[in-house]
């Protein structure tokens, strides 16, 4: 069984896109590597920033820590999420637990050549944390949660694990 401390950012991002996804992952089924749209992240995240030095926390590994203490993430997306911004507080949440006291997330968005900066607060911790006994809640559960609208599905890579009848 998975445990507070285990909990890492593809866990919070499947949180936020989509929960049947995340309770398939934490069963182990893992088709990312399937996926056209996962290899193009890869390969974004590959030839971005490439100067700087992923940071392994164990459950999560974040793109890199800057001197001023901000976590750094480099994402595929030309657009801002919810589950983008949920990932950038677990990793500042995770870094505080091991005592480096982060400010906040900066989110890379190479193809539009944009980032966001989001400031680590009392309030960013308490929804990291909320975030975290969401997903052991899911981890706990026995059946699935439901699937997502067909619409929501598309690209994702455990579109045949949903939707094959």
């Keep these: 069984m998975i445990g507070y401390d285990d909990v890492g950012g593809v866990h919070i991002k499947y949180l936020y896109h989509c929960q049947r996804q995340l309770w398939l992952y934490l069963r182990g089924i ?7 749209a996962v290899q193009l992240g890869e390969a974004v995240h590959d030839t971005s920033y ?17 001197g001023n203490h901000w976590v750094h993430e480099v994402k595929s997306s030309s657009r801002p999420t919810p589950a983008d911004e949920a990932q950038g507080r677990h990793y500042c949440h995770r870094l505080h637990r091991v005592g ?13 050549r944009r980032t966001r900066k989001l400031p680590y607060d009392e309030q960013a911790a308490r929804q990291a944390d909320t975030d975290i006994e969401a997903v ?3 981890a ?8 997502l609208a067909r619409s929501a599905c598309r690209g994702c890579s455990f579109t045949d694990y949903c939707w094959t009848e």
């Design 30 to 36: 893992r088709p990312e590597h399937l996926n056209a």
């Design 50 to 66: 490439t100067r700087n030095t992923p940071v392994d926390l164990g459950a999560a590994q974040l793109d890199f820590l800057d």
């Design 100 to 112: 480096i006291d982060a400010k906040g997330a900066v989110l890379h968005y190479p193809k539009t």
């Design 136 to 138: 052991l809640t899911i």
């Design 140 to 147: 706990r559960t026995a059946d699935s949660p439901d699937r």
